[in-house]
């Protein structure tokens, strides 16, 4: 599923490509496996999954070893996915019932335009980051999404103001994400 790590450093958009490619063949692979499953959770179900893969990571992390046969770079393909399905069912203004690969293509670019923008202002200030701090970072944007979907619940008309900050949170933790992953593709550690 994941790629093996190599050793030369290559511009970070094409260490995006080469990870969101990768996501959307697994999103395209599960589709056919298992169809559109994944639209009967609700938006706060699937920000629910990106806590607790955010959370299963963290704890690798902290204890040191996983019982679960499951890498921690899979885990984070699996969260960039969830990640993708959370904000194209905030975009999505009906119930969705089919998977939309193009929409979810159409978002992957936008993405992709707002770390290249990100990392020209900061100058890739997360290459100095430790993996578990980027993972906590994730996390606590994690927490502030449903912190806001609360809001929201509570006052649907928060929505219009918060909805564009989950937009942005859900952005940052994309990229934050394919950071780490980029971090273990060079051989850093991800236990750190």
Not at 4 to 11: A, D, F, L, Q
Not at 59 to 85: C, D, M, P, R, W
Not at 131 to 143: C, G, H, Q, R
Not at 178 to 191: C, Q, R, S, T
């Amino acid at each position: 599923m994941i790629k093996n790590k190599i050793t030369e450093i290559k511009p970070t958009v094409l260490y995006f490509d080469e990870i969101t490619e990768n996501c959307l063949d697994v999103i395209d692979s599960k589709k056919k496996e298992y169809g559109s499953s994944v639209c009967k959770y609700r938006p706060s179900s699937i920000t629910d999954r990106i806590l607790t893969k955010l959370s299963r990571i963290r704890s690798i992390q902290e204890k040191g070893n996983a019982k679960v046969n499951e890498s921690i770079e899979e885990t984070l393909l699996h969260t960039i996915n969830y990640v993708l399905f959370r904000i194209w069912r905030l975009e999505e203004k009906k119930n969705v019932r089919e998977i939309n690969l193009i929409k979810i293509n159409k978002i992957v670019k936008e993405i992709k335009d707002i770390l290249e923008k990100k990392n020209h202002d900061y100058g890739e200030s997360w290459r100095k980051m430790r993996v578990s701090s980027i993972i906590d970072e994730a996390l606590v944007k994690t927490y502030r999404i449903i912190e806001m979907e609360k809001m929201i619940k509570k006052d649907s008309k928060k929505a219009q103001k918060l909805n564009p900050k989950i937009l942005d949170s859900l952005f940052d933790i994309t990229n934050y994400l394919v950071f780490a992953l980029i971090h273990i593709k060079e051989g850093k550690d991800a236990m750190q």
